[in-house]
């Protein structure tokens, strides 16, 4: 079955440190897989695109890695702000398919 | 570019009422998507066209929901008749169509059926 999976479900870190967010799938065939950032009361925003061949790319403070022999992604934020307070959704494409994650829950604390 | 737009932003609405959300998509975009997000499901993709046409509706949930795209710039998801549980907020996305084709989302439609 064709699931995505995110972990922490929530996480609460202080202003100004780093975190990792974990996705792991079991999509096949695997297309590529995004990370999105939703704020409260807003639509979802694309972080980063990855295929294949990619296992890592970056979006200003945002990383995310790929290993997609063990069918794991990681978003890597560093420097935390404030704003980065949102949920953040991990999505992978198969075969014309997106099978969405249900999300990691993040709060920034001053 | 004003991104995708949605109407209404809130719908509040009594059972077996017939519901119409609205999505104007981004100009040039070629491919549109319907998804609903409720908190105890996550995100959903309901139905998505590629120029105009419907590709995939296996998502929607019942005969209850219907989709049309009459032309590139317009789209409706009408429900009817509307159920409580159909209470959640429905999205309206946009992409060009490519391997990436990364999906511009709008701000979405609260509705709440009482």
């Known amino acids: 079955k064709n699931q995505v999976e995110q972990s922490p479900q929530s996480l609460i870190i202080l202003e100004g440190k780093n975190c990792t967010l974990q996705?792991?799938?079991?999509?096949?065939?695997?297309?590529?897989l995004r990370w999105y950032k939703q704020d409260t009361g807003r639509g979802p925003v694309s972080l980063t695109i990855?295929?294949?061949?990619?296992n890592t790319k970056s979006n200003g403070r945002y990383t995310a890695t790929l290993d997609a022999d063990t069918k794991q992604s990681s978003l890597h934020i560093t420097a935390s702000q404030l704003s980065d307070s949102a949920s953040y959704i991990c999505?992978?494409?198969?075969?014309?398919?997106?099978?969405f994650g249900t999300g990691t829950r993040l709060l920034v604390s001053p | 570019d004003a991104g995708v737009i949605q109407s209404p932003r809130h719908e509040v609405t009594e059972m077996g009422q017939e519901v119409t959300l609205r999505c104007k998509p981004i100009?040039?975009?070629?491919?549109l998507f319907w998804y609903r997000q409720t908190m105890m499901r996550g995100l959903e993709l309901l139905i998505y066209?590629?120029?105009?046409?419907?590709?995939?509706d296996s998502g929607m949930p019942e005969d209850r929901f219907s989709a049309k795209m009459p032309n590139a710039s317009f789209s409706t998801l009408k429900i009817q008749p509307s159920e409580p549980r159909d209470s959640a907020v429905y999205f309206c996305?946009?992409?060009?169509?490519?391997?990436?084709?990364?999906?511009?989302f709008g701000p979405g439609t609260r509705l709440t059926v009482l």
């Open positions: 996305a946009s992409s060009v169509s490519g391997s990436t084709d990364t999906q511009y």
């Open positions: 990855m295929t294949f061949s990619e």
């Open positions: 999505v992978v494409k198969g075969f014309q398919k997106l099978v």
């Open positions: 066209f590629n120029n105009n046409v419907p590709i995939d």
């Open positions: 996705c792991n799938y079991t999509v096949s065939p695997f297309s590529n």
């Open positions: 100009s040039g975009h070629n491919s």
